[in-house]
């Protein structure tokens, strides 16, 4: 009796799941319908634009694109498996009130069948929940991961640190040995957790003090692909970010590969921010991007930089620091030829980086995209996806034959790469990536940009979820190379040439159960976010962090959070403690993620539950743009004290104090008529400059001049200042330039007498940055005597070759050259009206 009840289970479950398959493909007998497909083309920026021919908007005269009509065209129309259909919508409104922990496995059956994975099976976890232990040990090692041994931070040896694997259920428990000479913290990225095992110094926790333990203990209640890192100073950069993966209690089983993707610079990261913010244009030079006047020449783009000069803008750029190579744990070629022909692997994927994007493409054909930010979203293929800073992604790909497939990553930036080959065999590269055409993204950029620094989207622009990616003009694999001697842009196709190349967008992604919040008041917060690349500050709403106050929000409110990128780059939002809704076309089963890619001119909405307390850090994730300010907190009305702060005000103080730091500049010439230069202290809106003039010839004297200011405005376009300037020297009366002028002194241009022999003042004046990066100079001395100077530095002659100028109403001028032979080393020479020709070195720091 009981082997016939078995028999009859067994007919019964076999028939039942054959039935759930059949019904599962009945979407792609649709496709089969005899119909001819109707194709209409129409223009990326004015979709209203509906034409059954290919050519030209008639509008802007950009290049049409075909769109094939709604009627014909399945939800992911260039995915030829059966994860391209969603399930039925009374199968997804039944889905949608489901728990993990009673019809999950429901869920996870469904989309296994999808991704044609065999028969439906998970391994379940036997293991009951527990503690799991982990002993960090947290100190300095030295690495050749460049071109010369560097130090490094490595947690138990290793970099990146180990990963951290639990599941659904655990505990964690986690002890964190720092064992440096300085302070560190950990912060569990898209973790859900106590507020102050969070690991944001200064906000949810005191630093770890040096040679000291502090134990993060909480427990695991989600699942997904996650990663921690640092959250002190700029230690992520050197080696502290490692994966942190939670399981759930029943797993695929398929091979699953952690993939950590980071980059490394031999430089200091402490001198990678200075750089950045003392306007340093050698990471241009080494990436090959300066976009000087001589390349704008040879590319036909010479009136496209004269634009971008105008409107005060620096060259075009997609990253902000050159790196030395890029690593996928921790090597630049990894190998896992353990797989053989018809395998699917996942790769569970974070993007550990401190400022790169990484574009993935595979070798092996479509890359199956099943989770982000360690949720789970309805499978889908792609032929390739950008991956944001912090971001994570689940993808599985297919082993076609016995050989061996790169899985490759590159910079948004295509300075380099790095691969994962996955096989054993012939080795199948996959497309490397063109350098990318800067002068059409320059060009582009001039078009969407007012002379107030302001973006401007084109009416009929669709510029939310990663639809309109505008850096697509300088894809040359979609766009076409750039050829010299073109004077206008190549027409902008936002769609690659071959229709069937998918790349992922936000809109593309939907969760397999409903995400829609739980009732309750709304508060809605509208943030634009700002920077200035000149001086290298990042704002949101016009302010850094330390010029603004803690957001107030309260437990049980629905938090919307409206956010615009009015800059040139794009910047991943992170979201500490929350996971948030991607506001996108899949209405209630909006994706759910922690970090948000923001594309520049785009509108993006997100939205939340405030469900727990404490303060929860909301940021940029590029490091260099946190610690310039980019970043809010989000702060729980009516919270409990946190016993890891105890004095907050003071701590708080202390977060703030990380965007609002001084940094040094100088530049020193020794030339064969004396020695001129200027130092600079200078932090997000104050600065203070020094400025020498030194003869060799002792007739010629010295001079110095110092100013003391503040920037004003958003783009600090004004900068007033107080200031002294003394000088003093003795010239021949008889003595000429080369223009024959006198050098004595004589009356300037408002009649006033010269003091350029002799001055020993104060004054008041103030600088302006007019069109064509030209500062202006007025300033009153208290004597009365008044004085009008312009200067432009660094014009960009060619690749290495910089020149610059200054005129002033004493009659006094300067030309110079420059050329840049390393980051702090230049062969100059200039003429000055007063101290006359001289050639030498000039020193950067």
Request: glycine share 6%; with cysteine; net charge neutral.
């Amino acid at each position: 009796m009981k082997n016939i009840l078995t028999a009859f289970l067994l007919i019964f479950f076999t028939a039942a799941s054959a039935q759930d398959m059949k019904e599962m493909k009945m979407p792609i007998q649709k496709k089969e319908s005899k119909e001819p497909l109707q194709t209409v083309y129409t223009c990326s920026m004015h979709p209203e634009i509906q034409i059954s021919k290919p050519g030209n908007c008639p509008k802007c005269g950009m290049k049409l694109v075909p769109e094939k009509t709604k009627a014909n065209t399945p939800k992911h129309e260039h995915m030829e498996m059966p994860m391209k259909n969603t399930p039925k919508k009374d199968e997804m409104d039944n889905m949608g009130d489901m728990k993990m922990g009673d019809n999950s496995a429901t869920l996870e059956n469904i989309r296994r069948a999808k991704l044609n994975l065999g028969p439906i099976k998970t391994v379940l976890s036997k293991v009951p929940p527990r503690t799991v232990r982990y002993d960090l040990y947290v100190a300095d090692t030295t690495v050749t991961y460049g071109k010369k041994p560097k130090r490094a931070i490595a947690v138990n040896g290793q970099i990146p640190m180990p990963t951290l694997t639990f599941t659904e259920g655990d505990t964690a428990e986690i002890h964190v040995h720092n064992n440096l000479d300085e302070p560190t913290s950990l912060h569990w990225h898209g973790v859900f957790l106590p507020n102050q095992y969070d690991g944001v110094p200064y906000l949810t926790q005191m630093p770890i003090a040096p040679h000291t333990t502090f134990i993060y203990k909480f427990p695991i209640i989600q699942s997904g692909t996650h990663f921690y890192h640092s959250h002190y100073m700029l230690q992520e950069q050197i080696g502290m970010n490692g994966m942190f993966i939670m399981k759930k209690r029943e797993e695929w089983d398929i091979p699953t590969i952690p993939v950590a993707i980071t980059e490394w610079s031999d430089m200091k990261p402490e001198e990678i921010q200075r750089s950045l913010k003392s306007a340093n244009d050698w990471f241009a030079i080494k990436k090959g991007t300066t976009q000087s006047y001589a390349e704008a020449i040879r590319y036909g783009h010479f009136k496209t930089k004269l634009s971008n000069e105008w409107k005060r803008l620096n060259a075009m750029d997609v990253s902000d620091v050159y790196y030395d190579n890029f690593l996928i744990n921790d090597k630049n070629q990894q190998s896992q030829p353990q797989f053989k022909a018809g395998d699917k692997v996942r790769l569970r994927i974070a993007n550990g980086g401190a400022s790169d994007y990484f574009w993935l493409t595979y070798a092996g054909g479509k890359i199956t995209v099943v989770a982000s930010d360690g949720n789970d979203v309805e499978p889908l293929e792609v032929d390739r996806l950008i991956i944001a800073v912090s971001e994570t992604y689940d993808v599985v790909v297919t082993i076609l034959e016995n050989k061996s497939y790169e899985f490759l990553v590159t910079p948004e930036d295509r300075t380099g790469s790095a691969s994962l080959w996955l096989g054993k065999g012939e080795k199948v590269r996959a497309q490397k990536l063109p350098k990318l055409k800067y002068f059409s993204g320059m060009k582009m950029m001039n078009d969407m940009m007012d002379m107030a620094g302001n973006m401007i989207p084109m009416e009929g622009m669709k510029m939310q979820n990663q639809v309109m990616d505008m850096n697509t003009v300088m894809y040359p694999e979609v766009t076409g190379e750039e050829h010299s001697k073109v004077e206008t842009m190549p027409g902008m196709n936002m769609a690659a040439d071959d229709p069937n190349l998918v790349t992922l967008n936000y809109g593309m992604l939907r969760s397999p159960k409903k995400t829609t919040l739980p009732d309750g008041p709304l508060k809605e917060l509208k943030f634009d976010l700002t920077g200035n690349m000149n001086r290298y500050v990042w704002t949101m709403n016009d302010k850094t962090l330390s010029e603004s106050d803690k957001i107030l929000i309260k437990k049980g409110e629905n938090v919307r959070v409206v956010l615009f990128n009015n800059s040139m780059m794009r910047h991943p939002m992170h979201l500490h403690g929350h996971d948030f809704r991607i506001l996108n076309e899949q209405g209630e089963y909006a994706p759910l993620k922690n970090v948000l890619d923001i594309m520049p001119m785009e509108r993006d909405t997100i939205e939340f539950a405030a469900n727990t307390s404490g303060d929860w850090f909301f940021h940029c994730h590029i490091l260099y743009h946190m610690m310039s300010g980019m970043g809010r907190v989000f702060s729980y009305e009516n919270s409990p004290p946190n016993p890891e702060l105890p004095h907050p005000e003071h701590a708080y103080k202390m977060l703030k104090a990380d965007d609002n730091r001084f940094h040094s500049m100088a530049k020193v010439g020794i030339e064969t008529n004396g020695s001129d230069g200027v130092i600079m202290l200078s932090n997000t809106r104050y600065r203070f400059t020094t400025e020498w003039r030194i003869g060799f010839d002792k007739e010629m004297g010295y001079e110095s001049e110092s100013h003391f200011g503040r920037y004003i405005g958003r783009n600090q376009w004004l900068f007033p200042y107080v200031g002294w300037d003394f000088r003093k020297r003795t010239i021949d009366p008889k003595e000429k330039n080369i223009f024959g002028q006198s050098l004595t002194p004589d009356n300037n241009i408002f009649g006033q007498r010269n003091t350029k022999n002799f001055r020993q003042v104060f004054h008041l004046g103030v600088q302006y940055t007019l069109p064509m990066l030209i500062v202006a100079d007025a300033s009153v001395d208290h004597k009365g005597n008044v004085r009008f100077q312009l200067l432009r530095e660094d014009i960009p002659i060619s690749k290495r070759l910089r020149s610059q100028f200054m005129v002033n109403t004493d009659k006094e001028y300067m030309v110079g050259f420059r050329y840049i032979v390393t980051k702090y080393l230049g062969l100059s020479t200039h003429y000055d009206s007063d101290m006359g020709y001289g050639a030498g070195l000039t020193l950067n720091y």
